[in-house]
T-cell receptor, first 113, second 116 residues
Framework: DGGITQSPKYLFRKEGQNVTLSCEQNLNHDAMYWYRQDPGQGLRLIYYSQIVNDFQKGDIAEGYSVSREKKESFPLTVTSAQKNPTAFYLC????????????FGPGTRLTVL | AQKITQTQPGMFVQEKEAVTLDCTYDTSDQSYGLFWYKQPSSGEMIFLIYQGSYDEQNATEGRYSLNFQKARKSANLVISASQLGDSAMYFCAMREGEAGRRALTFGSGTRLQVQP
C-alpha cells in the first residue's frame, strides 16, 4: 500500500527540548515538504526538498531543521529555538514535476508543556 | 497581499444540494496550478481536484468541479449532491511557476457543514 506515514501521531515536549518528527513515503516521489498548521488557519511551509541531499527553507524555517539522506525519508527537528512550536505538522510528497499534486501524511500534533 | 483568499470562513448546505466554495488567487506567473484539499476532523489533507493555468476546460472529479475563471483569478470549488461526509474544512492552494520552489501556498480555509 503506497502512502506517507508520520510518527508519532501525538508528541509532547518540555520547553528547551529538541524533538524529531518522522516522515516516510513509499510513493517513489522526489519532492517532500513540511508544513505547519495553527488552529483555524491554513498551512505554512517550513522546509522542502526536491531531491536527496538537498533542501530549502520555506516561509517559517526559523527554529526548525531537516535532513534528506534518503529519498523515502524527510525528518523534521523542532529545536528549542522555535518560540511557539505547539501546532499540527503535516508532511507531503510529490513527483516534483508536471501537475505535481502533493499527497499528505496523517500529521503529528506537537504540544509543548 | 494575500496570494490565496477564501472569503467564507463557514458555510452551511442541506444534504443533496450543491454548494460553491470561493477562492481567488493572485499571481503574476503565466504557469501555475490550483488545488483543492479537504481536511476532515482527523486532520489529514485529502486531495480533491487540480486545475492547471493552461487548461481550457474546467476540471471535474466525480461530485467535485472547479469553476475556473482565469481573467477574474478565481477557482471556485463546486460540490454537487452534498453528503453528510462532506462536512470538513476545505482549502484552496496554488503552486506558482514551472521550476524552482514547487511548494503550495494555502488559503485560510472554509468550514463546510452539511445538514440533514
Amino acid at each position: 500500500d503506497g502512502g506517507i506515514t508520520q510518527s508519532p501521531k501525538y508528541l509532547f515536549r518540555k520547553e528547551g527540548q529538541n524533538v524529531t518528527l518522522s516522515c516516510e513515503q513509499n510513493l517513489n516521489h522526489d519532492a517532500m515538504y513540511w508544513y505547519r498548521q495553527d488552529p483555524g488557519q491554513g498551512l505554512r511551509l517550513i522546509y522542502y526538498s526536491q531531491i536527496v541531499n538537498d533542501f530549502q527553507k520555506g516561509d517559517i524555517a526559523e527554529g526548525y531543521s531537516v535532513s534528506r539522506e534518503k529519498k523515502e525519508s524527510f525528518p523534521l527537528t523542532v529545536t528549542s529555538a522555535q518560540k511557539n512550536p505547539t501546532a499540527f505538522y503535516l508532511c507531503a510528497s510529490s513527483l516534483g514535476q508536471g501537475e505535481d499534486t502533493q499527497y499528505f501524511g496523517p500529521g503529528t500534533r506537537l504540544t509543548v508543556l | 497581499a494575500q496570494k490565496i483568499t477564501q472569503t467564507q470562513p463557514g458555510m452551511f448546505v442541506q444534504e443533496k444540494e450543491a454548494v460553491t466554495l470561493d477562492c481567488t488567487y493572485d499571481t503574476s506567473d503565466q504557469s501555475y496550478g490550483l488545488f483543492w484539499y479537504k481536511q476532515p476532523s482527523s486532520g489529514e489533507m485529502i486531495f480533491l481536484i487540480y486545475q492547471g493555468s493552461y487548461d481550457e476546460q474546467n476540471a471535474t472529479e466525480g461530485r467535485y468541479s472547479l469553476n475556473f475563471q482565469k481573467a477574474r483569478k478565481s477557482a471556485n470549488l463546486v460540490i454537487s449532491a452534498s453528503q453528510l461526509g462532506d462536512s470538513a474544512m476545505y482549502f484552496c492552494a496554488m503552486r506558482e511557476g514551472e521550476a524552482g520552489r514547487r511548494a503550495l501556498t494555502f488559503g485560510s480555509g472554509t468550514r463546510l457543514q452539511v445538514q440533514p
